[in-house]
């Protein structure tokens, strides 16, 4: 299995037009945490923004008939919009294309480049169904490829299950040395780079460390006196 990850870039800067109404208000997009096509032709996805949640509560209700509902909540540090709604032709083609082929997206997707306008995207499957995918992607949008490695689910999944906001301040706290042996910074100095409270860093650790600590030990840890003596095989009495 093979991993690709490459920035897709639409040629009228967007991927839908309602989204624009969200950018005028201020809505910068940060990333696609899931997207799930209904049979009915339309969407809901899981977009990670920021902004005033007013604000895009307001430019969602002037979409009209695109917008089949939406709801705006705070999770973990981030704004999380869950929209249901009709897509483009172009995001439509780009999602089928991905249906058509034995390839598995690897969620959150970012948004990157000019003004959050680009889209990266990291998918796994074979290396000629990955090939076959990037032909067609390119046939419709600007494509460009920044890796093709080989998969290691292990090291991947253990980043992809972070939020956008837990992966970066866990990159800070790596940079400044949060931890080094001996520890040569404290959560203050950490929140310093990020413009947050000291508080705040040391939850959003809390919960890395919730989270990673169990798959990083899962395989590799002791068995218990209890296992080693299920496992033992079975004594009679001795002839």
């Avoid at 249906?99 to 990291?122: D, F, I």
């Avoid at 990020?194 to 919730?210: K, M």
């Amino acid at each position: 299995m093979r991993c690709v990850t490459y920035v897709i870039t639409p040629p009228r800067e967007y991927f839908d037009r309602g989204a624009e109404r969200l950018r005028e208000r201020g809505i910068t997009f940060e990333s696609v945490r899931n997207v799930d096509p209904l049979d009915d032709g339309t969407i809901v996805a899981q977009q990670v923004v920021r902004g005033e949640r007013a604000a895009a509560r307001s430019a969602l209700e002037e979409t009209g008939p695109t917008v089949v509902d939406y709801h705006v909540t705070d999770a973990a540090g981030a704004t999380v919009l869950q929209l249901h709604y009709r897509p483009s032709d172009l995001t439509r083609e780009l999602l089928a294309i991905h249906q058509r082929h034995a390839v598995v997206l690897e969620y959150p997707l970012e948004y990157t480049g000019a003004r959050n306008r680009s889209l990266r995207v990291s998918e796994i499957g074979r290396g000629d169904a990955l090939r076959r995918v990037i032909e067609e992607t390119r046939a419709i949008v600007d494509v460009e490829i920044e890796r093709l490695v080989d998969y290691e689910p292990s090291a991947q999944r253990l980043v992809a299950d972070l939020t956008d906001r837990q992966r970066e301040v866990l990159c800070v706290a790596v940079e400044e040395g949060y931890y080094e042996e001996p520890r040569r910074v404290t959560y203050g100095d950490v929140a310093a780079r990020l413009e947050c409270s000291a508080g705040t860093v040391g939850q959003h650790l809390r919960r890395i460390e919730a989270r990673l600590m169990p798959t990083l030990v899962d395989g590799d840890r002791p068995r218990s006196e209890i296992d080693r003596e299920r496992d033992r095989p079975p004594t009679g009495p001795s002839r």
